[in-house]
């Protein structure tokens, strides 16, 4: 009987030696990895998560210290286990795992060819897969977060359970999502309006959730019908923010015959990241256009997919223009503009003002981040010249994408805005979601970032730079503007624009914009030709420099109309000789005279680092410009060929 106990114990010593030994397999290597010590730690101290590694085949998600140290709060140690073996390209979109009440991990591999772990990105280098003691096979996956699952605070009475999303709204004061996130407002709408069962459902789907402060309005929680309620969830999608195609619009469940709601997301240089609804066919109850809402709490994983908590409602269109920009004060509501907000109230207010006198209005409204330039700060304390600029931003219409479009038919759509005779310049490039649009004002081309954030009176465009001060030279412009391209190349090949860039210098350039250029080949098709060929670099350059003044300071449309008024002709000093012209103002626009003709000004006082430039409607040009003596046309190859010749015959004849 003792020899029996003894022959048994022996067994269970050595068994529990094995078990010892096969933890140590995986514990080393992350023992031994100088980055990955923080987590072998937390290991250390389990011991289910000890016994899995012993016993059991599994799939491990390890975070790096570097992950640690952005991470707050408690580590769930088992939620970063599964019990089965995935390496990289076994892995599926929902996996359970070991902590209590198993709830999910969602797996997402984007178009990039990276895999994320709910929010976590799996470094692929990193993977090692082996087979322990008990010929269990394991995997290991490095990660760049810390998984988050959801808990419970520390006042709640009872653990969390694997919830759903409708489960989460119920208990959602007694989770860790944050003191100040409360969902009271939206839940009861959920539940008045009967949708319990779309947060229910089973699945994998995407569910933003306002929070009450985004309810602040009296009359804006009763806006809140069924059909909003579906614009806030993505059916059959989960989407973690880190794995997240930005600016790719996902179909919401409010997305039928009669009303159409896409969703997507997005990030800004700061990092905040935003979600945005955009109604593209809507009815008598929900208008469409873009509303946007911050993120407030991201990436909450629940049984039947993700929950986002935003800062507000999507789809509900209740704030005018000016309240829009308002809601950015204090750093609350819509902090993507609040600087925009910020100069807005340092220049006076009094824009402020007249935006909400206007019944309907536009604004292209600079990011946060199109503040941070030099040349900026050298201009915020003008308040005079501030205000020109930010009226330069206003425009008296509603001018949506679809509206700019329609302008952009046939040519570059000019708008006019509430700063006196300056006119913003609209160009749209591409089709549906591929299309880019920009905007140029005054010498500053921008780029719409997010366009079509509606308001009841209008709409709010964001945009990537701030229009009216200037950030590169005459050669830049030139070079980046669409409408005076063939100027760019014609200046290129004849090296007229090898000038443009000295900042030293004080350029006034009257620039024809392509469309007149094109007009001069129905007018004199011969000489156009030439002048866009290499071998007549020589007349282009010259018919360039005439239009190129160079002088101590620049000369402004205004000056020139002002100067105008003494004499018959304005002379001005220009490369080789003078440019003698006249500058009118006719019905609120600019027209210049040369050698008899009137030529419109289409694009007065773009500003530049280093000068101005006027776009015209016709170049300063005449056909005899191109012709060579005798009205014959002679290249410049032609002449070097000539002179060539000329040479060796003179060299013979005195050789002999």
């Known amino acids: 009987m003792l ?318 223009v000016t309240q829009f920009l308002q809601s950015f004060k204090d750093n609350g509501e819509n902090g993507a503009l609040r600087k925009f907000y910020e100069v807005i109230m340092d220049a006076g207010g009094a824009v402020l003002e ?24 050298n201009i915020i304390r003008d308040r005079k010249r501030m205000t020109d600029i930010l009226n330069m931003h206003i425009i008296k219409d509603r001018l949506n994408v679809d509206k700019i479009r329609q302008k952009n038919a046939n040519m570059i759509a000019q708008v006019p805005t509430v700063n006196n005779r300056t006119f913003l310049y609209f160009n749209i490039k591409g089709e549906g979601g591929d299309a880019v649009v920009t905007v140029e004002g005054g010498g500053v081309n921008a780029t719409v970032m997010q366009a079509d954030v509606a308001q009841t009176n209008g709409y709010v465009h964001i945009i990537d730079r701030v229009l009216g001060v200037p950030h590169t030279t005459v050669l830049g412009k030139l070079e980046t503007d669409p409408m005076m391209s063939d100027t760019f190349k014609m200046g290129q090949f004849s090296h007229f624009t090898d000038q443009l860039n000295n900042t030293q210098r004080r350029y006034t350039f009257f620039v024809p914009r392509d469309k007149g250029w094109q007009k001069t080949e129905l007018d004199y098709p011969s000489a156009h030709k030439k002048l866009f060929m290499r071998d007549f670099a020589y007349h282009s350059k010259s018919i360039l420099e005439r239009h190129l003044v160079i002088a101590d300071h620049v000369y402004t449309m205004k000056d020139l109309a002002q100067m105008s008024l003494t004499t018959d002709q304005v002379v001005l000093p220009t490369f080789r000789d003078s440019l003698k012209i006249k500058v009118e103002e006719e019905a609120g626009r600019y027209v210049l005279t040369w050698n008899y003709k009137k030529i419109n000004v289409y694009r007065p006082d773009v500003e530049c680092t280093n000068g101005i430039i006027h776009v015209i409607d016709y170049p300063l040009l005449e056909e005899k410009d191109v012709v060579v003596s005798g009205g014959s046309y002679l290249p410049e190859s032609s002449i070097c060929i000539l002179l060539a010749n000329l040479i060796m015959i003179t060299v013979a004849k005195f050789l002999n």
């Open 3 to 320: 020899l029996r106990c003894g022959i048994g114990a022996a067994l269970l010593l050595l068994c529990c030696f094995a078990t010892n030994a096969a933890a140590a397999e995986l514990a080393d290597k992350l023992r031994d990895d100088s980055e990955l010590s923080q987590f072998y730690s937390l290991l250390e101290q389990n011991p289910v998560a000890n016994s899995t590694l012993s016993l059991r085949s599994c799939t491990i998600f390890v975070p790096t210290n570097e992950a640690f140290q952005r991470h707050k709060g408690p580590t769930h140690v088992l939620y970063h286990i599964t019990t089965a073996a995935f390496n990289k390209d076994q892995l599926q979109k929902t996996m359970t795992s070991d902590m209590d009440g198993n709830p999910p991990l969602y797996i997402t591999k984007n178009r990039n060819g990276d895999i994320y772990v709910n929010n976590a990105r799996i470094i692929p280098s990193l993977s090692v897969e082996l087979t322990n003691a008990a010929g269990r096979r394991q995997v290991m996956h490095v990660i760049d977060e810390v998984l988050e699952p959801l808990t419970a605070s520390q006042s709640a009475k009872a653990d969390v359970n694997n919830l759903d999303a409708m489960q989460f709204m119920q208990q959602a004061d007694h989770l860790n999502v944050g003191e100040n996130n409360r969902l009271r407002t939206y839940r009861s709408q959920v539940s008045l309006m009967k949708k319990e069962s779309l947060y229910q459902a089973p699945g994998t789907h995407t569910f933003l959730v306002p929070v009450d402060e985004g309810f602040k309005l009296s009359t804006r929680s009763s806006l809140v019908d069924a059909k909003v309620i579906d614009g806030h969830v993505i059916p059959n999608t989960v989407i973690f923010t880190a794995a997240s195609q930005h600016d790719e619009p996902k179909t919401s469940a409010a997305f039928e015959d009669q009303l159409k709601v896409t969703v997507s997301f997005f990030k800004q240089k700061d990092g905040k990241m935003y979600v945005k609804s955009n109604t593209i066919i809507g009815d008598a109850k929900h208008p469409t256009g873009v509303v946007l809402a911050e993120i407030v709490k991201a990436n909450i994983p629940v049984k039947n997919g993700v929950v986002h908590l935003i800062h507000r409602p999507l789809m509900i269109i209740d704030t005018t």
């Open 354 to 377: 007249g935006i909400n006198n206007l019944s309907e209005v536009t604004i292209l409204a600079p990011s946060n981040e199109a503040w941070n330039v030099s040349s900026i700060d």
